[in-house]
């Protein structure tokens, strides 16, 4: 059996989906399910996926579904499987049905279940799941006994961020615009099976249950669309009773009727035939015409009483009825007023979740601030400290330059002073032979 399971968010795809498994024995397959276990094996496929995500770009579609041909090729898929999540649009849904034909296994039916928005709405706000055991309750479906806590393992029952009007009203958008279309894609193509989705989850999936029986074993042309409506057992009763209760009403009515209009024939009869009759019999039949009268007005007049005491009981019912009716409405009006006060403390608790973390992030800007000026202010420190060393470096050079300057200064001096000495020398030794020669 090869399915895929399509609906809005909210709509009880994968409750469903894991009593289908069981049902089955055949394995769910969830796109994101696949992403993370591909990226956590460092796969081909799954290294293709982290990067792209670490990019903050959509993994693209061509490694979605060689994922899933990788999936489809294990043992236990070899009888089935259902797909959740994807295809989320007409192009993902042509590309699949590429691949299961070349793989020889075509799709046999698209399952939507259908939900009204406002149960939607109700279903996703209302969700609350174990922090500690993951189960799931519902503040309007399934309430846990103990708010905020688990019945299973008293754990605190958490509420997600996602979870509220906005982002819902965006998501069914998103839906709508979508996902929504691949419904009249299936549908051309008659593998679409409707079910609605609204009633006990056993009911729910009783339904399902019938419906897939309508699919073909073997891979040929599917049957028409079928689509079965799934009601609480107490409200489909309700109606029917009402209209057993009219209809016995309507036929005593009907054979009183009758009854009367006998009875009055007969009479016409009796008084013809005593009319025919001898004058000597007459005040017999008077006397018997007045005991006959007053057992029929005996009879009405019981017959008036029991129509009466009916009316009475019919009126004391539907007063009873109604009073039921003004009860269940309060007892309503009462939750919807609990439930409206949860969520203000809900959302409540949301902003203050949401406070918190803007608090922490601002607190971490700052610290990232504080240590970015430190790293800055150790580097011009750093910056001057180098400067100094090379200004230092300069001044000994130039130093140095000048003492070696002063040195080669001092060295010709001193070589002139040498010149000098020697030239006086020369001079004088000169002045001498000029003088002894005189």
């Known amino acids: 059996m090869r399915i895929v399971l399509i609906g809005a968010p909210g709509g009880g795809k994968g409750t469903q989906a894991k009593l289908l498994v069981e049902k089955y024995n055949i ?96 279903r996703l706000t209302g969700r609350r799941t174990c922090g500690s055991c993951g189960q799931m309750f519902n ?79 073997s891979d040929e042309s599917p049957e ?72 029929v007005t005996k009879k009405k007049a019981k017959k008036k009483i029991t129509k009466k005491k009916a009316k009475k009981k019919a009126k004391k019912k539907v007063t009873k009825k109604k009073a039921k009716k003004k009860v269940t409405k309060k007892k309503a009006k009462k939750k919807v007023t609990k439930k409206k006060a949860k969520k203000k403390v809900t959302k409540k608790k949301a902003k203050k979740k949401v406070a918190k973390k803007k608090a922490k992030k601002k607190v971490t800007k700052k610290k990232a601030k504080k240590k970015v000026a430190k790293k800055k202010a150790k580097k011009k420190v750093t910056k001057k400290k180098a400067k100094k060393k090379v200004t230092k470096k300069k001044a000994k050079k130039k130093v140095t330059k000048k003492k070696a300057k002063k040195k080669v200064a001092k060295k010709k001096a001193k070589k002139k002073a040498a010149k000098k000495k020697t030239k006086k020398k020369v001079t004088k030794k000169k002045a001498k032979k000029k003088s002894r020669k005189r």
């Open 27 to 122: 394995p769910q397959l969830s796109t994101g399910d696949l992403l993370r276990e591909a990226v956590a094996n460092s796969t081909s496929l799954g290294l293709e996926a982290k990067t792209a995500m670490d990019a903050g770009q959509l993994v693209s579609d061509s490694i979605v579904l060689g994922m899933i041909q990788e999936r489809l090729k294990e043992q236990d898929a070899q009888n089935g499987f259902i797909l959740d999540g994807f295809p989320r649009n007409i192009t993902q849904a042509e590309a699949l049905d590429i691949m299961l034909h070349e793989m020889g296994k075509p799709l046999q039916t698209s399952l939507l279940i259908d939900v009204d928005f406002e149960v939607l709405m109700k």
């Open 139 to 217: 503040l309007f479906t399934s309430p846990p006994r103990m708010n905020g806590q688990c019945d299973k393992c008293g754990g605190e029952l958490l509420h997600r961020a996602d979870d509220n009007e906005e982002t819902i009203e965006s998501r069914l958008k998103v839906y709508e615009g979508q996902t929504a279309p691949l419904v009249d894609y299936y549908r051309g193509q008659g593998k679409l099976r409707t079910v609605k989705g609204i009633g006990e989850i056993s009911d729910i999936f009783a339904s399902i249950e019938r419906v897939l029986d309508t699919i073909p074993k």
């Open 224 to 295: 028409p669309t079928v689509e079965i409506v799934v009601e609480a057992a107490e409200e489909a009763a309700k109606p029917k009773k009402k209209a057993a209760v009219k209809k016995k009403t309507s036929k005593k009515k009907t054979a009183k009727k009758k009854a009367t209009k006998k009875k009055s024939t007969n009479k016409k009869k009796s008084t013809t035939k005593k009319k025919t009759a001898s004058k000597k019999k007459v005040a017999k039949k008077k006397v018997t015409k007045k005991k006959a009268k007053k057992k």
